[in-house]
């Protein structure tokens, strides 16, 4: 077990999406685990390590808000686009304004306002470590990144137009109180942990029950426990 590591993540906006909800983006109540996952990666990776969430503390009242915006209701192809890479020429690009294609969508977005997290963490080294790769190698350079404001992509919030803020959490600095630190347990449903690769062409998603005592969602303790 790696060194234990703890940030501040906060926005304006978030939303992490509930996969059951195709049509309209529903955001979960609270961050998920693999979204916080995602996060650290954003800001330090390597095949080495990965990254293990023990913890989520809720800072902010949860909030939401909803808008409407135009999407595209398909993808551009794999195919197309790999035939462009060897030299085809053709046009390769989506027209929203094409209504005869039915291309543009409104689509509704349920999402969380001014969210604060505080989320505590550990990583561990992976098999594909070698010889140079030590804890505290990975773990001071995670600190020194972290204490920059460096990141390999701009970490974000569940959907990458809403950024977010990290910051490390130095050793007996203080951060706000939670705002459910007088709530002794919320019960927020089964959540999404995160996605199973051991089959790499199909991913399975696994759950948990996600229960916020005091402010804190305790992921350590139930992470044995995610079902598929």
Request: with cysteine; charged share 30%.
């Amino acid at each position: 077990m790696g060194y234990g590591i703890k940030i501040l993540v906060k926005g304006p906006r978030a939303c992490f999406t509930r996969p059951e909800m195709k049509a309209e983006r529903v955001s979960y109540d609270v961050m998920t685990p693999s979204a916080a996952r995602g996060i650290l990666e954003a800001v330090y990776w390597k095949p080495a390590i990965v990254w293990r969430i023990d913890s989520i503390e809720v800072l902010n009242k949860i909030r939401f808000e909803t808008f409407r915006r135009n999407e595209v209701g398909k993808k551009l192809s794999y195919d197309k686009a790999l035939s462009l890479c060897k030299g085809n020429n053709e046009s390769f690009y989506i027209a929203a304004s094409d209504t005869d294609d039915k291309t543009r969508q409104q689509r509704a977005t349920l999402l969380l306002r001014d969210v604060a997290y505080v989320v505590n963490a550990h990583f561990d080294l992976t098999n594909r470590a070698g010889v140079d790769d030590t804890v505290e190698k990975h773990y001071n350079i995670a600190l020194r990144r972290l204490r920059k404001g460096q990141c390999f992509n701009q970490p974000y919030l569940g959907c990458r137009e809403f950024s977010a803020e990290v910051s490390l959490v130095e050793e007996g600095k203080n951060v706000p109180p939670s705002a459910y630190a007088d709530v002794l347990e919320k019960d927020f449903g089964f959540m999404l942990y995160d996605l199973d690769f051991t089959d790499i062409e199909h991913p399975e998603p696994k759950f948990f029950r996600a229960v916020m005592r005091s402010g804190v969602i305790d992921v350590s303790a139930i992470a044995r426990e995610a079902i598929g």
